[in-house]
């Protein structure tokens, strides 16, 4: 620890000792050689080690391209948590390998020594420039590629091959349906009824208490076509407050029933789904970037990036009691997007 002497500029200790002006330099430990830098054999295995890693990424990229055609996410659950399964191990492999191959080759076969540069003078100057681009050079020197001619091509392929993870889904999505109008509507419809999420039994307004939160889907909603991305459109979240505590604008007095509200569950800031509800407070969080939405006042966000409301389902109830829709949302669900017009 140490404090600034301000009449005489100088530093010292607590002691009251001055500090040193300057310390000397430790230098660099003395340089140890690695086995590569000694055997031409352990030369050799560590480049078939850095090739093999390399020529792992190669077939971590073909498993990609295999599993992306041949194990398409069908309509079932398992198809599709095995296609993301096979994608996401196959990637791993190709991207891991890579990363591990550049270390190990770094570590094993390019040169060791450390170097020294003074700090100052560093003017940036021809002499300079020309400093650096002979040290850029040297360390491709040292990298061996040039005389390492089947590294040379590991490393080419691997690299080469690589973006085709990214490339081959993207271009897949060139001729895809890319209507967003489809955004705008959901399987909501009046009279259809609120069910559980997942087991799908309508839900009576008795059975709501207040405080009580419930994951919401259409009742029948197995039954539509492409159900699984309906019911990413679909979902909603409801909660009982007491009517004392909501407050409602004019036009919207009649889209909750008995202080019983139901919002869709797509975060509109990116479309995370929002689930973690505060009793206390009425808050509603998404999990992915917090933000915060007041379930108790028409679901304005009160903290975090989004910039809109969750669109409420207008409800009320049928002649059994159970809950039903009144309409679909009365705006797109979900994030913003390039069609929308706030
Ligand atoms: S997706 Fe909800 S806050 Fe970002």
Redesign the pocket.
Known sequence: MTTDNSSTGLEVRRDGSALPERFENPGLPPHRERMADVDPAADKKGERQVVALFGLSVLGTIGFLVAYFAFPPGESIASMRLSNLLLGLTLFLAMFSIGIAAVHWAKVLMSDHERQEPRHPQRQDAEVRAAAVATLEEGVADSGIARRGVLKGAVVTALALAPLSIAVPLIGEVGGDWNVSKFRHTVWRAGRRLARDPSGEPIKASEVTIGSVFHVIPEGLRDEEHWIEEKAKAVVLMVRLDPADLTEREERRDWSYDGIVAYSKI??????P?ALYEQQTHHLL??????TFDMANEARVVF???SRPLPQLPITVDDEGYLVAQSDFNEPIG?SYWERLK
């Open positions: 975060c509109t800031h990116v479309g995370c929002v998404c999990p992915c970037h917090q933000s975090g990036p989004a994030p």
